[in-house]
């Protein structure tokens, strides 16, 4: 096998028996053909303190060349990796674009410390000191443990692909800070959501006060427990009057907010795939809503975009589905008129949802299964609020029997 060892930097004159400038040795090797150019390829290594430690690496490539197991590491850097991991993982065609978008996110946030480095440069020693130093600039540990994990996805298949030998996140620690009482009690806190009084108020409003479309919407949502993204991605087909239930198979995605770009996606998780009830009430209110629909539609037959959208657009770009945001915008307008919380969202119906489920007495595992969750600690943490009251108000009326007696 060619190859030699050299002191590229060698500032000594030629004839020194011993080199004084402190020069690092090298090795170069010749490790086959490239079958492209069919010339020699070459392994080059410098930064050996002595010719024993070039010797010894040497030797180890030269093992692993005979052993077949060599890897000539690339000298792509990591952002023009990441370009390139990108569009492997959105070819996959198993990832939805609200996960790339995430992961993309993710990437902004390395890309400061990594983005010109050769990808083989990058040691365990160093990805650990990002991950602290996120820690340090006060990001959440399940933000950095998102960062992490598509960090993990980027390495490994670099290592999958022969650029690297070495995964250096393979033993990354993402680090934890004693949490304050402070924050510990605002995990524990219950989420804000409507009582029975203030949602029968606030659905009052809707229908007296309200904007187009927000009684049906209102209703709508806190009734069946579903979330926004479900609602505005529900089509007339997804409802069986005659069964009294509505299928729940997509979502609604917008990146931008703009009325005519969405997509429809499968549901957040397998679990969000489901068929539930839907009480007469509701129904009633979209049998009132598809006939004002049909009088728009029949409007403006030749721009109409008839997609069958149940929450779609009354006053311009007709029949676009209805956006997110003016359904939180609407909400807010109503809270406000009702002199309700207006910290709550669309999302709070969901919880006020599950509140009332638990006071009927409704099991959690009922509950879970209505509103699409294969496992949830706010629902939980709601279900147990409302249940542990309960609990209680049933050992006083034991008291008050007995005492009674």
Same mark, same amino acid.
């Given at each position: 096998?060619?190859?030699?060892?050299?002191?590229?930097?060698?500032?000594?004159?030629?004839?020194?028996?011993?080199?004084?400038?402190?020069?690092?040795? *090298?090795?170069?090797?010749?490790?086959?053909?490239?079958?492209?150019?069919?010339?020699?390829?070459?392994?080059?290594?410098?930064?050996?303190?002595?010719?024993?430690?070039?010797?010894?690496?040497?030797?180890?490539?030269?093992?692993?060349?005979?052993?077949?197991?060599?890897?000539?590491?690339?000298?792509?850097?990591?952002?023009?990796?990441?370009?390139?991991?990108?569009?492997?993982?959105?070819?996959?065609?198993?990832?939805?674009?609200?996960?790339?978008?995430?992961?993309?996110?993710?990437?902004?946030?390395?890309?400061?410390?990594?983005?010109?480095?050769?990808?083989?440069?990058?040691?365990?020693?160093?990805?650990?000191?990002?991950?602290?130093?996120?820690?340090?600039?006060?990001? *959440?540990?399940?933000?950095?443990?998102?960062?992490?994990?598509?960090?993990?996805?980027?390495?490994?298949?670099?290592?999958?692909?022969?650029?690297?030998?070495?995964?250096?996140?393979?033993?990354?620690?993402?680090?934890?800070?004693?949490?304050?009482?402070?924050?510990?009690?605002?995990?524990?806190?219950?989420?804000?959501?409507?009582?029975?009084?203030?949602?029968?108020?606030?659905?009052?409003?809707?229908?007296?006060?309200?904007?187009?479309?927000?009684?049906?919407?209102?209703?709508?949502?806190?009734?069946?427990?579903?979330?926004?993204?479900?609602?505005?991605?529900?089509?007339?087909?997804?409802?069986?009057?005659?069964?009294?239930?509505? *299928?729940?198979?997509?979502?609604?995605?917008?990146?931008?907010?703009?009325?005519?770009?969405?997509?429809?996606?499968?549901?957040?998780?397998?679990?969000?795939?489901?068929?539930?009830?839907?009480?007469?009430?509701?129904?009633?209110?979209?049998?009132?809503?598809?006939?004002?629909?049909?009088?728009?539609?029949?409007?403006?037959?030749?721009?109409?975009?008839?997609?069958?959208?149940?929450?779609?657009?009354?006053?311009?770009?007709?029949?676009?589905?209805?956006?997110?945001?003016?359904?939180?915008?609407?909400? *807010?307008?109503?809270?406000?008129?009702?002199?309700?919380?207006?910290?709550?969202?669309?999302?709070?119906?969901?919880?006020?949802?599950?509140?009332?489920?638990?006071?009927?007495?409704?099991?959690?595992?009922?509950?879970?299964?209505?509103?699409?969750?294969?496992?949830?600690?706010?629902?939980?943490?709601?279900?147990?609020?409302?249940?542990?009251?309960?609990?209680?108000?049933?050992?006083?009326?034991?008291?008050?029997?007995?005492?009674?007696?």
């Amino acid at each position: 096998m060619e190859g030699h060892f050299y002191k590229p930097n060698c500032k000594c004159p030629k004839d020194a028996k011993k080199c004084t400038c402190g020069a690092t040795w *090298s090795y170069i090797l010749d490790i086959g053909i490239d079958p492209k150019t069919g010339r020699r390829k070459q392994q080059k290594k410098g930064g050996f303190k002595t010719k024993k430690d070039v010797t010894l690496a040497a030797a180890i490539v030269i093992q692993e060349l005979d052993q077949g197991t060599f890897i000539q590491e690339s000298n792509i850097t990591f952002e023009d990796f990441t370009v390139e991991w990108l569009a492997l993982y959105h070819g996959t065609g198993r990832v939805k674009i609200s996960t790339i978008r995430i992961r993309k996110n993710e990437i902004v946030r390395l890309k400061p410390f990594f983005s010109l480095n050769k990808i083989k440069a990058i040691t365990r020693k160093m990805y650990q000191g990002v991950l602290n130093d996120l820690s340090k600039q006060g990001l *959440s540990y399940g933000t950095i443990t998102g960062i992490n994990c598509t960090g993990r996805m980027i390495f490994k298949k670099a290592v999958e692909l022969g650029y690297i030998k070495t995964d250096p996140t393979q033993y990354a620690v993402i680090p934890k800070t004693q949490k304050t009482v402070e924050e510990l009690e605002v995990e524990e806190e219950i989420p804000k959501y409507l009582e029975k009084e203030e949602l029968s108020l606030f659905l009052k409003v809707a229908r007296e006060k309200g904007l187009e479309m927000d009684a049906v919407t209102f209703i709508t949502l806190a009734y069946t427990g579903m979330r926004v993204g479900e609602l505005c991605a529900l089509k007339w087909k997804d409802i069986d009057f005659e069964k009294h239930t509505v *299928s729940i198979t997509k979502t609604l995605y917008r990146p931008t907010n703009n009325t005519r770009k969405y997509k429809l996606l499968p549901p957040k998780t397998k679990t969000s795939r489901r068929v539930i009830e839907m009480d007469a009430t509701v129904l009633a209110e979209l049998e009132s809503h598809r006939a004002r629909q049909n009088i728009v539609k029949i409007g403006h037959r030749d721009t109409y975009h008839d997609k069958d959208f149940i929450f779609s657009k009354m006053k311009k770009n007709h029949g676009y589905p209805e956006l997110v945001t003016i359904v939180e915008n609407h909400m *807010s307008r109503l809270l406000k008129l009702a002199k309700l919380n207006q910290d709550l969202t669309p999302h709070s119906l969901r919880h006020t949802h599950t509140s009332l489920l638990a006071e009927a007495k409704v099991g959690l595992e009922e509950i879970m299964e209505r509103l699409g969750h294969a496992d949830d600690k706010i629902t939980r943490r709601i279900y147990l609020h409302v249940t542990k009251a309960m609990k209680k108000e049933a050992s006083q009326k034991f008291s008050e029997l007995m005492r009674s007696l």
